[in-house]
């Protein structure tokens, strides 16, 4: 009897057993040991923030369910996720777009909500600063860098003593101390913006000039001798490279009075370092092109109170490359002009190199035959607001492709333009508003002379020029140009030569009939147009009234032009215009 009572309840305990584990809760328990995942206590509810770059996630299930589990992500392709065993992992793929993005995975059993996992994407960290390098004078001074970062934080590490910064909202402050070493002071600076997978950083190289002009010289061969590029007061320490060092005190005179020379054992690269005063850079007289071809570089410009770069590196065929101007190396300089004429392996010019030249007044001839240059910079005038001679700066600029808009902009007292621009074959466009501000300018003889490849004179291009008295031969031999755009000479009334004006053109098509409407004081129309044999249509009028005044015909009408005395070959080969006939048979001296 005892023995069937324990039978009994041994087989109510295993029945009980059995009805409880059917009354166990199915359960989903979320596990992670990555650090990115937050999970909540009761393990059911996940949460991480993921890089742009993407990744995976991985879980662990703690579960009593053993088969039928299932995952519903809804209206995603970039979030995935695969089940093995117990392990769960979560794929994101790369973001590439500008805005973050979520999405939330369901584990199912069944159709029943088991445990949810929620994933944010954030976008890929940016970080772009305004400018990556900043030069300061010795003098020192502040400069701002724009900082443009899509993270909510970022720092600033530098390690200069001489340099310090600030930084408040957006903008990064630099503040050197004057630099009074001797030598040129490099600092990094690196802007860092966010954290971990986040982390970006960009570097800002900062220099400063220790108030030295620094020369490269390139020697080909043992005993080359070097004559330093320098006339009238000279005082100052010279480093020649070669761990010589001298003193001068001179008033150099090229005829009496020759400036420093050195003497190289062995061939190779010296930088010559040259601190204290010089007066006025100049490689003219008493320089050989043998000299002349040694200087291969400017690596900086120092301040040694100049007055005059004229002449200053004439004909340096082999100088490549000029250090920027950090601000106060040409404060007192008034004359440019040849300073790098025929430097025909100089390859650019720095934006700021007339920083700060507001007594700048000549820069004439001043690039002429730098056959290696392709651009001028923006802006590159904008702090010489006295330049009056512009002539030849830029003429023989075989390679120049390009002119910036507002070369000549802030120069509003400039007198001269003649030769800008002549026989830069490559060009092949001006801007419309290159002359607008200079309404004092009186000269623009051969302006864009042999520019063979220019197809097109913008319209009001010389409109502002109201003072300009001269364009003899401006776009003359221009044998692409095509068309000139109405305007071009608009507001020009005190012009009284367009001699040899867009003479051998031969491509060009059309000139509008009123272009000479307000140039009615001109004497010498001599070769203007001369055999620009493709261009159609009636030669340029001015209307009296309902009368067309053809040029030919200005000194029957002296009371609205003055009586032109000049106009030998104007219209020569003109024979497609509608009134050559005309121009011919009665005004034959026009033709020939």
Known sequence: MKRLCVVFILLLAVFACEEDDKNV????QLIS????VVIDPSGTSAFFTISAAGGAVVFKLNTNITEGITVYSEGNTWCDASLSGDVFVVSVS??????????KMQILYGTEVKATISIMQTVAPRLALSKEEVRFSDGGGSEQVMIRTNQAKWEVINEASWLTTEKKDTVLTLTAVPNNSGEELTATVTVKAGEGMDAIEAVITVIQSSGSMILEYTLPLAEATIKLPFENTFKATVDWGDGTKEEYDLFINPLSTPAPTHTYAKKGVYYVSISGTAEKIYSVLGYTTEMNSYITGVKQWGNLGLTSLEDGFFANSNLKYIADNPGNAFTEV?????????????????AGLFKNCAKLE???FCFTGCTSLTEFPEGLFKDCPAITNFGSFSSSNTALLSIPADLFAYSPEALSFSNVFSTCTALTEIPGDLFKNSTKATKFDYCFYGCKKLERVPAGLYANCAAAT???SAFFGCEALEIVEEGVFTNCTAVTSYKWLFANCKQLKTVPVNIFDNSRGVTDFSGTLRDCESLTGESPYTRIGEVKVHLYERSMYTTDFTAPKNYSTCFRNCTRLSDYATIEASYVNWTK
């Open 33 to 36: 040991e990555d650090s990115s």
């Open 25 to 28: 809760p199915l359960f989903i």
């Open 334 to 350: 008034v004359s440019f002009k040849n300073a790098f004429k025929n430097c025909v392996a100089l390859e650019a010019v720095p």
């Open 470 to 472: 001269t364009f003899i």
């Open 94 to 103: 790369k973001l590439i777009g500008e805005e973050e993005r979520s999405c």
């Open 362 to 364: 000549d820069v004439s």
